[in-house]
T-cell receptor, first 117, second 110 residues
Framework: DGGITQSPKYLFRKEGQNVTLSCEQN?????MYWYRQDPGQGLRLIYY???????QKGDIAEGYSVSREKKESFPLTVTSAQKNPTAFYLC????????????????FGDGTRLSIL | SQQGEEDPQALSIQEGENATMNCSYK?????LQWYRQNSGRGLVHLIL?????REKHSGRLRVTLDTSKKSSSLLITASRAADTASYFC??????????FGQGTRLTINP
């Protein structure tokens, strides 16, 4: 079955430590996204990538970094510069939209819950 | 930046009743999407309505879009316990990005 796999499901970070969240998709989608969700809130965009070897900052990119070396993979690193990393992190992918930027539906993984030790 | 705002923030109804959630947004859009999120899970796409459409149906779901009022509604008919979830609207923000609202938490009581 095609889909998006996020791992690990739960992650704990020590102070001063960088941690990397994995996101893999086998949907052959060009675009991939990382979102942060705080309790009772909507999703905020961290980074997104429309094509391999290219990515753009979202609304809350500070303290995070990404890479897009393969179409299938879009790992997110939460660096020690992110002082409040405790949140639920969601990865998504979609086909590229049409002319004018019309969006395609996004497919989501089941998230990684990150906490501070 | 939050463009879509859902109303109400929380809704509790009896099984079998209809549930209506509303979404308002600020700027013009190409399309608007609705997603469902079960507790502790990722979002699931429900329906996409384009700016030139006024109404769309999918099973027990009915979505309307009023671009003059910059608002959309999601109606779930004959609700079931399995419909208990949070529901989010999302509007396009250009450059293949979506902006999500804060969601409506729907509880269906047996």
């Amino acid at each position: 079955d095609g889909g998006i796999t996020q791992s690990p499901k739960y992650l704990f970070r020590k102070e001063g430590q960088n941690v990397t969240l994995s996101c893999e998709q086998n949907l052959n989608h060009d675009a991939m996204y990382w979102y942060r969700q705080d309790p009772g809130q909507g999703l905020r965009l961290i980074y997104y990538s429309q094509i391999v070897n290219d990515f753009q900052k979202g609304d809350i990119a500070e303290g995070y970094s990404v890479s897009r070396e393969k179409k299938e993979s879009f790992p997110l690193t939460v660096t020690s510069a992110q002082k409040n990393p405790t949140a639920f992190y969601l990865c998504a992918s979609s086909r590229r939209g049409g002319i004018g930027g019309s969006n395609q539906p996004q497919h989501f993984g089941d998230g990684t819950r990150l906490s501070i030790l | 930046s939050q463009q879509g705002e859902e109303d109400p923030q929380a809704l509790s109804i009896q099984e079998g009743e209809n549930a209506t959630m509303n979404c308002s947004y600020k700027t013009s859009i190409n399309n608007l999407q609705w997603y469902r999120q079960n507790s502790g899970r990722g979002l699931v796409h429900l329906i996409l309505i384009r700016s030139n459409e006024r109404e769309k149906h999918s099973g027990r779901l009915r979505v309307t879009l009023d671009t003059s009022k910059k608002s959309s509604s999601l109606l779930i008919t004959a609700s079931r316990a399995a419909d208990t979830a949070s529901y989010f609207c999302a509007t396009d923000a250009g450059a293949q990005k979506l902006v999500f609202g804060q969601g409506t938490r729907l509880t269906i009581n047996p």
